[in-house]
């Protein structure tokens, strides 16, 4: 069954940089018509992030991370990015992609840890 695979997580210092990436795996030929990021940390629920659509437009990012979060489609590489920036320890979780609606199995995620 096709599914979406996230990657780019890692250790990174407070006030740090990192970006994700969410790719189509398995049988799914394209991506689905609108992504979405998700985190979950540690003994909390699962968090939206942000939503984009398969042309690029109506990018929409989670006010509590607006600021400081950005979400993209890059068509060369076929994936949907998430640019995070002024990361903190809080922002340490398993960071997820999906459909919008969480319509697909959920993957393994990538971890972010931020600490110094």
């Known amino acids: 069954q096709g599914r979406l695979v996230e990657s780019g997580g890692g250790l990174v210092q407070p006030g740090g940089s990192l970006t994700l990436s969410c790719a189509a795996s398995?049988?799914?030929?394209?991506?689905?018509?609108?992504v979405g990021w998700f985190r979950q940390a540690p003994g909390k629920e699962r968090e939206f992030l942000a939503a984009?659509?398969?042309?690029?437009?109506?990018?929409y990012v989670a006010d509590s991370v607006k600021e400081r979060f950005a979400i993209s489609r890059d068509r060369a590489r076929m994936t949907v990015d998430l640019q995070m920036s002024d990361l903190k320890p809080e922002d340490t979780a398993t960071y997820y992609c999906?459909?919008?609606?969480?319509?697909?199995?959920w993957g393994q995620g990538t971890q972010v840890t931020v600490s110094s």
């Open positions: 999906n459909t919008e609606t969480g319509s697909l199995p």
């Open positions: 398995g049988g799914m030929i394209t991506m689905p018509y609108s």
């Open positions: 984009i659509t398969t042309t690029g437009g109506s990018p």
